[in-house]
């Protein structure tokens, strides 16, 4: 009898259904290989600063085949190094300035989303996936999105919370949009 076979059931339904496979399996099934820069939804979190995060949101890249905009800044290139945790790195586009490397991406016809608490923001339930390309812009952990940076912005998305927190942690805003535009929630 396989490993498979004599595990206990993991997935929804009746207990007297066929075994399931494990989600190790399941994912080693469904993802034979590394997808390269598709360039279509670039999650940017041009003024996050903690280490944690970027690896975070290197995870959520790699699993809806989102690129990752970083700095060119010591502090972002170490973060990298050490949140990564994947074996392949999704794909990383550096840039510069940040707000030049902004302002480019809009000239070229990207869409620039800031996720972010606003007045009038699209709430997360009534985004649609992606149909152009989408730069999602993500604020600093204490300091929010720039003033400076607000003009640039062709729409803002807010993830509506209930609780006493002023906020979400930046890297969880941020996947939950990613997961959004990309069509997979
Ligand atoms: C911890 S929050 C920063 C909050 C900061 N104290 C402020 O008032 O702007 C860090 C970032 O996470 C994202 N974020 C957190 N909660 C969010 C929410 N409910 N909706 C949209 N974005 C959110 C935004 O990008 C925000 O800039």
């Known amino acids: 009898m396989s490993r498979t076979r004599s ?20 994912r080693a099934e469904r993802l034979p290989g590394a997808h390269g820069c598709w360039d279509h939804l670039v999650v940017a979190p041009l003024f996050v600063t903690y280490e944690a995060n970027f690896g975070t949101l290197l995870r959520t890249c790699d699993a ?10 010591a502090t972002a290139r170490a973060s990298l190094k050490i949140g990564n945790t994947l074996r392949v790195k999704p794909c990383v586009h550096w840039c510069g300035n940040r707000r030049r490397w902004i302002e480019r991406e809009r000239e070229r016809g990207a869409r620039i989303v800031g996720v972010e608490l606003a007045d009038g923001a699209i709430r997360l339930g009534d985004v649609e996936p ?10 600093h952990e204490h300091d929010g999105i720039p003033d400076e940076i607000w003009p640039l912005l062709d729409d803002v998305i807010e993830i509506p919370m209930v609780g006493n927190g002023s906020s979400l942690n930046v890297a969880v805003a941020g996947s939950l949009v990613l997961y959004k535009l990309a069509g997979l929630s």
């Open 64 to 73: 809806v085949g989102a690129c990752c905009a970083v700095p060119h800044t």
């Open 7 to 26: 595990r206990p059931r993991r997935g929804p339904g009746p207990a007297s259904s066929s075994p399931q496979k494990a989600p190790r399996e399941l």
């Open 130 to 139: 992606a149909r152009q390309k989408t730069v999602v812009l993500l604020g």
